[in-house]
């Protein structure tokens, strides 16, 4: 399949200044969708429409009705013209012109009526429709795998969930009615200009294919167009993103001006784009204004002839140069709503292509779900791979017994998170099995394994939102009482107190005014809460002062009693109270055993442990 997701690639991009020591790296991984227009991605808009069908059809029933008021209002100025004004007998008739005045009174004021009750519905339609577009783009996020994070920036897929859904906005909005509204139109007119006088009207009539074959030449152009603007937006979200993630770093290098030029060069791709995809679209205008000097052209010179020779009356004649704009107006929505749809399709394709992203580590169809567990895991041969080039873990073989404490050490890209993320599902071991109790979790609902999981990492994740919030997103229906009553467990209840507005503190985005050892005690408390059978953690490798050191070492002996804790662990205290110490290295388990066995060994784990000089401060 397809998926239209290349995988991320960032460059060192040479600019057309090759080689210039201010490139930065430049994200080019989401490619534009190069394959022909698929019809059936933009079908998949209607699965969407469905459920709005009666909707729009009554919406429809209305327009049409609309739509025959507007049609007649020619029609019968043209007769009013012929019986009331410029009868044949010469009799005009005061009397029936103020008949046809009220009539057009009265279609005037049925059209508005109608014309004002179908937007109204029709907005809400097309606001509905994207709502719910927008809720199954969301609903795919969360439930995509890391694997597809590893490869999507954020800013990518924030420009699928606001541009491109926005996009389509107009599209289904008002596109569908009005489409509907328009062809209704066009068949009046073209009915009634045919009728009057066949030669006439079709003369009138044979300038819209003349429009269309011309459109059919430009709309190739447009799209790619469209896709290329898409992208570039895409471009700028990723960057934008970075931007503000990265502010520290780049302030503390002094980059802001590298970043501020780089962003000026893609904002300036991104105006480019647009002023081509505009210029491209913008050709429609002075070709249908063309069409409708040539009609006129066409109306006077023949036309004229036709009220000369008798053929046609004054009052039809006076019709049809009224025809005229009813019959440019519909075309020109259409042309219109054709760009609209160039820029839903390019929109369409992407956001299509990312619903049928296949979400990598999904459940079972036959899932079950998994029993209250005793905390037995157990990695059977265990190989994993992150890309086909890429080994991360090579055959682990292990057990870790129901309430053990064991410690994952290594040194960097080891493998130890890997381990870890195999163990919560986020990705799928590429050869072997892991088992909880005997049960292989590929076999096993998400929600009953990682209900059972708690895992907190070493960069602890603040969400925006209140403390007690943040403590109660572990589980959701935790009581105030439970929440403080983590948080004391954890040690945390006496800092959170001393904040402004205690459990009630509004935390800005990533915790900004918590400390990094206070960020990990909230985070502990948001792990106790689940009450998790089997217990991760990621231990941080920053400094933290003693006291708070003191704290968490508490908060940590209090996390992990009763539960089977697996520590990737970077202190010595923790390593040296583990029940067991796993040592990997480039992905295998080298040495395995107790802290006193292993330094006893004198193999990889002593040479580590002196490496890191964890000895030296700890004994
Ligand atoms: N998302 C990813 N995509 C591709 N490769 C990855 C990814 N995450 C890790 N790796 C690679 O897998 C290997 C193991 O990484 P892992 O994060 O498990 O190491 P680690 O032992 O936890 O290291 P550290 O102590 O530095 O956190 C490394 O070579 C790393 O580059």
């Known amino acids: 399949m397809n998926t239209g997701i290349k995988s991320r690639t960032i ?30 991605s933009f079908v998949n808009l209607f699965d969407y429409i469905k459920p709005y069908m009666k909707q729009i059809l009554v919406a429809a029933a209305f327009v049409l009705f609309g739509t025959l008021a507007q049609v007649a209002a020619p029609a019968i100025i043209a007769i009013a013209i012929d019986q009331a004004i410029n009868p044949k007998n010469g009799d005009s008739s005061v ?102 006088n066949f030669k006439l009207g079709l003369l009138i009539v044979l300038t819209v294919p003349l429009i269309f074959a011309v459109s059919s030449i430009l709309r190739k152009k447009i799209r790619v167009s469209f896709q290329e603007m898409r992208l570039k937006q895409a471009y700028i979200n990723a960057h934008l993103n970075d931007a503000i993630q990265g502010i520290k770093v780049t302030q503390a290098y002094e980059q802001e001006k590298n970043n501020i030029r780089y962003f000026e060069r893609i904002n300036g791709d991104n105006i480019r784009i647009w002023d081509k995809a505009s210029a491209l679209n913008q050709l429609f205008i002075p070709i249908i204004q063309l069409s409708i000097v ?74 079950k779900n998994l029993a209250p567990i005793k905390g037995e895991i157990c990695f059977e041969q265990v190989v994993f791979k992150y890309d086909e080039n890429l080994v991360a873990l090579r055959g682990i073989d292990l057990t870790i017994y129901p309430g053990q404490t064991v410690a994952l050490v290594g040194s960097t890209g080891a493998g130890k998170s890997t381990l870890v993320n195999l163990l919560c599902r986020f990705y799928d071991p590429s050869e072997g099995r892991v088992l909880i109790d005997g049960t292989d ?30 403590i109660r997103y572990g589980n959701l229906d935790a009581t105030d009482e439970e929440v403080e009553q983590a948080a004391k467990s954890v040690f945390a209840h006496d800092f959170i107190l001393r904040l402004p507005q205690g459990y009630d503190t509004l935390l800005q985005e990533q915790g900004g005014m918590l400390s990094t050892g206070q960020k990990q005690l909230v985070s502990f408390a948001r792990a106790i809460i689940a009450n998790p059978r089997i217990l991760i953690l990621d231990e941080a490798t920053a400094n933290i002062d003693t006291e708070t050191d003191k704290h968490i070492q508490q908060a940590l002996n209090a996390l992990q009693s009763g539960r089977t804790t697996v520590i990737v662990a970077h202190r010595l205290s923790t390593i040296r109270d583990a029940d067991q110490i796993y040592v990997l290295d480039h992905g295998e388990l080298i040495e395995q055993g107790r802290h006193q066995e292993l330094i006893e060994n004198a193999g990889t784990y002593r040479k580590f442990i002196e490496m890191q000089k964890f000895l030296a401060a700890g004994e």
């Open 11 to 40: 460059n060192a991009k040479p600019s057309a200044n090759q080689h210039h020591k201010s490139d930065r790296f430049v994200y080019t991984g989401d490619s534009p969708v190069k394959n022909s227009f698929n019809w059936a």
């Open 95 to 196: 009397r029936l012109l103020l008949i046809y005045a009220a009539l057009m009174f009265f279609l005037c004021v049925l059209q508005m009526a109608i014309s004002q009750y179908r937007i109204r519905k029709t907005n809400k339609i097309g606001q509905q429709i994207i709502c719910d577009l927008r809720l199954t783009l969301f609903r795919r996020i969360q439930s995509m795998s890391l694997r597809f994070f590893d490869k999507m920036p954020a800013g990518s897929i924030l420009q699928r969930l606001t541009g491109d859904i926005a996009a389509l906005e107009d599209l289904v909005t008002n596109g569908t009615v009005n489409l509907i509204m328009d062809i209704f139109q066009l068949i009046g007119v073209i009915t009634i200009l045919l009728i009057w």
């Open 294 to 367: 040539v009609d006129i052209i066409i109306l006077f010179l023949y036309g004229s002839h036709l009220v000369e020779t008798g053929v046609m009356t004054v009052g039809l004649f006076v019709g049809y140069a009224n025809y005229m704009s009813n019959f440019w107006e519909p075309v020109q929505r259409i042309g219109q709503l054709y760009s609209n749809l160039l820029v839903g399709m390019a929109s369409s394709e992407r956001i299509f292509e990312f619903i049928k992203e296949t979400p990598g580590e999904t459940e079972a169809p036959n899932a």
């Open 441 to 470: 979790i590929r076999e096993v609902t998400l929600h009953s394994l990682r209900s059972q999981i708690s895992i907190v990492l070493q960069d602890t994740f603040i969400f925006l939102g209140t403390v007690r919030e943040n």
